[in-house]
């Protein structure tokens, strides 16, 4: 039951049932936006960091971190997609979403982030040698909850700013990263266009998202004019993409 031979067919099968986004697809320009755009978004980052290294400092490093865990988040969503894992497409979602508006609250007060990564990293250097995987791997930083506070905050100016905000958050935290709806139970593992959709443009939205956050860390080095120009068409092939436009919440001050 369990040989290779086994294991080998089960796989077979679970990746043979796959999407390839040409432009014959009903969602051929979508699937071909979101891969790009989070191939883009990676290279940017490597080239800005190259540009601007001897002006990074702890005020730009942690919005940094939190970018390069959003874009692997969106190859992973990809990845969800082209093989019909809608719930755990939705949990990427909700994860992207939190990613964009941590670093969004870590940009208002650059000074801040620095403040909180510095600490984190004393705590670090202070944890028992001793300390095995598992402890270290449970150990609570002070800088999880400053970063949980900043993430609330966020939220709670969402909300204000729009209460249709605060219910497509709660939504999406429902939906699939807690076991209390019971959409999509039976989606898994063919093709729904619906769901391929609306989550594909979810990752499209919060791709923009990440874009301009992360030029908002690096606005006042070096790297500015080369993250304007790398994303800029990316940015207007995403508006082009998505004519309903992308949510206010991304563009307006709140």
Not at 25 to 51: F, I
Not at 210 to 223: D, G, H, K, V
């Amino acid at each position: 039951m369990h040989s290779e031979e086994r294991y080998k067919e089960i796989e077979e099968q679970l990746l043979a049932d796959t999407e390839t986004y040409e432009n014959s697809h009903p969602n051929g320009e979508l699937g071909q936006t979101l891969l790009t755009t989070a191939e883009v978004l990676s290279r940017v980052q490597q080239k800005a960091h190259r540009t601007c290294h001897d002006e990074v400092d702890e005020r730009h490093q942690y919005q940094d971190i939190f970018f390069s865990k959003g874009v692997n988040s969106l190859f992973a969503l990809f990845r969800l997609l082209k093989h019909h894992h809608y719930d755990a497409a939705y949990r990427e979602v909700r994860f992207l979403f939190e990613t964009y508006l941590v670093i969004r609250g870590l940009n208002k007060d650059q000074d801040k982030a620095a403040q909180i990564l510095k600490r984190q990293k004393e705590e670090i250097q202070n944890l028992d040698s001793d300390m095995g995987q598992v402890e270290r791997g449970i150990y609570e930083y002070e800088s999880v909850d400053e970063l949980h506070d900043i993430l609330a905050g966020e939220k709670s100016k969402l909300k204000k700013m729009d209460p249709k905000y605060g219910k497509i958050y709660n939504y999406l935290s429902n939906r699939s990263s807690h076991p209390v709806r019971i959409e999509g139970a039976m989606l898994d593992g063919d093709r729904s266009a619906v769901e391929e959709t609306q989550l594909l443009k979810w990752g499209i939205i919060l791709a923009f998202g990440l874009a301009q956050q992360f030029l908002m860390t690096y606005y006042e080095t070096s790297a500015k004019d080369l993250i304007i120009s790398k994303t800029e068409p990316i940015i207007k092939h995403i508006e082009k993409t998505i004519p309903e436009g992308v949510p206010t919440f991304l563009t307006d001050s709140y």
